[in-house]
C-alpha cells in the first residue's frame, strides 16, 4: 500500500511522519538530533531509504548525518567543507568585502538515479558534491569564481545557497538560487553557470533590474515540464517558461507578493501555491490568518485556500523550504511553520489538518511517496 | 589514561558517555588529546575545532582543574593531574543566555 513520509527539519532537531495513502492518521517520531538545529533532510530519489540531514550549530558547527533505512539509524559523515583554492572575498552588509567563510549547509539535493551522489548549498554560498555517499564533500567552484560573486552580498539570513532544482530530463542540467544573489542555471551538471535574471525587478537594490543581487526565495519545478520554473522572490512571484532566460511576474491578485515557499502540484504541471508573508519587515502571515494560496492557471489568479487553517490569531512565517507536495492523487501538499505545526492536505489544498501541532520552529519540510 | 568530559550534544553525537578515555602518546597537550579524542571518535571531526587550522570553535571552551585553558597554546603541557588521569580535561559548550 502506498503512504507518505514527512522529514521534518527544526531548530531543535528532526521528525519524521509517516502515514497511509489515506494520509489522516499519523505516525510522528522524533526528534532526532535533539538540540541542533536540522536546516534540510531529504531522501534519494533512486534509493527512498537512503536520507541525509543537514544537522548543525552555532557551537559545534556542521555534521552531515546519513540513514540507509529509511531514518531509524543514523551515521555522521564527512563534514568538511573546504572552498577550493583561497577564496576571494564577497560584499559585507556595509559594502565592503569579506572573506567567503563556510557556516553551515542549507540545502540537500540528492542525484535523480545515483543513491551516493549529492548536492549540498552551502552558506556562505557555494555549491558542494559528494560521490560517495557523504563521505567526501568537493566545491563545484564554478559557481563561487563567477565573475559576479566579488559583487554577492549576504540577505538578513546570510549569503545562502538554499535552492538547488534538477532537471530530470536533461541530466546536466540544474539551477541554484542564492540570497541574494539571484538565479543561476549549469548545463554540465555544475561545472560551469551563467547568471538568469532577466526580468526581475527589486527594489532594495541600486538597480532594480540588474543581473545579479535578487533576493530569490525559493524556486520550483513540475519534472514533465522542466522549461518552465516558479520562483518567490523577496518581493513578487515570478516565473519563466524558457529556463530561466527571461521571467515574468504572475503576482495577480495575491494578498502580497512577499513570501518564501513555492511548490507546484504533481499532477496538475499548471496548480502552484505560496503562503504570502505581510512583508519583510514583519515576517508573518497577514492579518492573522494563515492562508495557502492556489492558482490553477500558473498563475496571476490565486485564490486562498483556508479550510482547516486557523483564520484568526495567527502569526507565523513558512520558510522557504518547508513547503512540498507528494505524487499521490490527488496530491498531497504538506507545509511546517515557525510555531511548529505541520499541516497537511490530502486533496491538493482543499483542505488541512494539523498532524503536529507543537514541533519546536520549522524549517524544512520534504515528503516522500512510498510505493 | 586521560579523562575527557564531553557536553551531552558531542555525546549523542558520538554515542558514548559523559566521560571519554583517551590515551596520548607524549607529552598531554590540548592537541594531544583532540587529536586521541576525533581518532577514537571520528564523528566529533570539525566539531570542536577547525578540520585544517585546528583552531578551537568560537563557543567552545577548554576547562580543567578550575582554570579556563582555552586560549592556552595548543602544545601547551596541560596540568599533570589531567595528564595522570587525577582531574577531568573539560570541553564545554559555552552557555546560551537568552540565545537559542
Not at chain 1, 583554492?85 to 539535493?109: A, C, I, M, N
Not at chain 1, 494560496?293 to 520558510?319: H, I, M
Amino acid at each position: 500500500m502506498s503512504g507518505v513520509r514527512l522529514l521534518v527539519g527544526t531548530r531543535k532537531g528532526a521528525f519524521i511522519l509517516t502515514s497511509d495513502g489515506s494520509r489522516k492518521k499519523w505516525k510522528v517520531e522524533g526528534p532526532h538530533f535533539a538540540g541542533w538545529e536540522i536546516y534540510h533532510l531529504k531522501g534519494s530519489p533512486a534509493d527512498p531509504d537512503r536520507l541525509y540531514a543537514s544537522q548543525s550549530s552555532s557551537w559545534f558547527g556542521q555534521v552531515l548525518q546519513r540513514s540507509n533505512d529509511g531514518g531509524k539509524n543514523w551515521e555522521a559523515v564527512g563534514n568538511q567543507f573546504q572552498y577550493e583554492g583561497t577564496p576571494g572575498p564577497h560584499q559585507w552588509y556595509d559594502g565592503s568585502p569579506h572573506p567567503w567563510e563556510f557556516k553551515r549547509v542549507w540545502h540537500l539535493e540528492p542525484s535523480l538515479d545515483d543513491p551516493d551522489r549529492v548536492y549540498a548549498g552551502v552558506e556562505d554560498a557555494a555549491l558542494f558534491e559528494t560521490t560517495d555517499g557523504g563521505k567526501s564533500w568537493t566545491e563545484l567552484p564554478g559557481l563561487r569564481n563567477y565573475p559576479t560573486a566579488s559583487t554577492w552580498a549576504p540577505g538578513a539570513g546570510g549569503l545562502c545557497l538554499h535552492t538547488i532544482v534538477l532537471d530530470p530530463k536533461n541530466h546536466g542540467r540544474m539551477y541554484i538560487a542564492i540570497s541574494a544573489a539571484g538565479v543561476f542555471r549549469s548545463d554540465d551538471r555544475g561545472r560551469t553557470w551563467v547568471q538568469r535574471n532577466l526580468g526581475l525587478h527589486s527594489n532594495h537594490i541600486p538597480d532594480p533590474d540588474a543581473e545579479t543581487g535578487h533576493c530569490v526565495h525559493r524556486i520550483a519545478m513540475h519534472p514533465s515540464r522542466p522549461n518552465t520554473l516558479f520562483m518567490q522572490k523577496h518581493w513578487d512571484v515570478m516565473r519563466t517558461d524558457d529556463c530561466a532566460d527571461n521571467w515574468r511576474e504572475i503576482s495577480g491578485n495575491l494578498p502580497t507578493d512577499f513570501g518564501f515557499v513555492i511548490d507546484v502540484n504533481a499532477n496538475e504541471p499548471d496548480t502552484i501555491y505560496v503562503i504570502p508573508i505581510t512583508s519583510d519587515s514583519h515576517h508573518f502571515v497577514p492579518e492573522g490568518k494563515l492562508r495557502v494560496y492556489r492558482s490553477k492557471t500558473g498563475g496571476d489568479d490565486w485564490e486562498a485556500l483556508t479550510n482547516g487553517l486557523p483564520q484568526e490569531n495567527c502569526f507565523v512565517n513558512v520558510l522557504r523550504d518547508a513547503m512540498d507536495v507528494d505524487t499521490l492523487d490527488p496530491s498531497g501538499v504538506y507545509f511546517g511553520t515557525s510555531g511548529g505545526q505541520v499541516y497537511a492536505s490530502p486533496d491538493g489544498g482543499d483542505t488541512w489538518n494539523a498532524v503536529v501541532h507543537d514541533l519546536p520552529a520549522v524549517l524544512s519540510v520534504e515528503v516522500q511517496t512510498l510505493k | 589514561m586521560i579523562q575527557v568530559v564531553l557536553p551531552r550534544n558531542l555525546q549523542i553525537l558520538a554515542g558514548v558517555g559523559r566521560v571519554v578515555e583517551v590515551q596520548v602518546d607524549g607529552p598531554a597537550t590540548q592537541r594531544a588529546v583532540l587529536d586521541a579524542l576525533e581518532a577514537g571518535h571520528p564523528a566529533l571531526l570539525g566539531t570542536m575545532r577547525d578540520h585544517v587550522t585546528k583552531k578551537r570553535r568560537p563557543m567552545i571552551r577548554f576547562f580543567a582543574c578550575e582554570e579556563d585553558l582555552s586560549d592556552e597554546p595548543l602544545d601547551a603541557p596541560l596540568p599533570e593531574e589531567v595528564a595522570s588521569g587525577k582531574e577531568p580535561f573539560l570541553i564545554l559548550g559555552a552557555i546560551a543566555g537568552g540565545q537559542a
